[in-house]
Nanobody
Framework: QVQLVESGGGLVQPGGSLRLSCAAS????????MGWYRQAPGKERELVARIRSSGNTAYGDSVKGRFTISRDNAKKTVYLQMNSLKPEDTAVYYC??????WGQGTQVTVSS
């Protein structure tokens, strides 16, 4: 059974940075599209960023220029580097594999 384990969330001040990690227990990790989504209280889950097996990336409009998604296929891990964080980035962040499997989520809170 595939498992995704996220880490790296926490409390950060506005303007700060965090890096989220998601480790996958799956063979042929490099073949899969990986994504980060987030869900704030009272809102729907939304795409933050995704990265294809080719390395092609895409971002939600609200995070373009501030967040960077990357992957290390040897470590079967996908990362989300978040810079210039804003209070509206506060949410539970979820890792996703191939649109099908979800991690347990990690809380990111941006507050002074």
């Amino acid at each position: 059974q595939v498992q995704l384990v996220e880490s790296g969330g926490g409390l950060v001040q506005p303007g700060g940075s965090l890096r989220l990690s998601c480790a996958a227990s799956i063979t042929f990790f490099s073949m899969y599209t990986m994504g980060w989504y987030r869900q704030a209280p009272g809102k729907e889950r939304e795409l933050v960023a995704r990265i294809r097996s080719s390395g092609n990336t895409a971002y939600g409009d609200s995070v373009k220029g501030r967040f960077t998604i990357s992957r290390d296929n040897a470590k079967k891990t996908v990362y989300l580097q978040m810079n210039s964080l804003k209070p509206e980035d506060t949410a539970v962040y979820y890792c996703n594999l191939a649109g099908a499997t979800w991690g347990q989520g990690t809380q990111v809170t941006v507050s002074s």
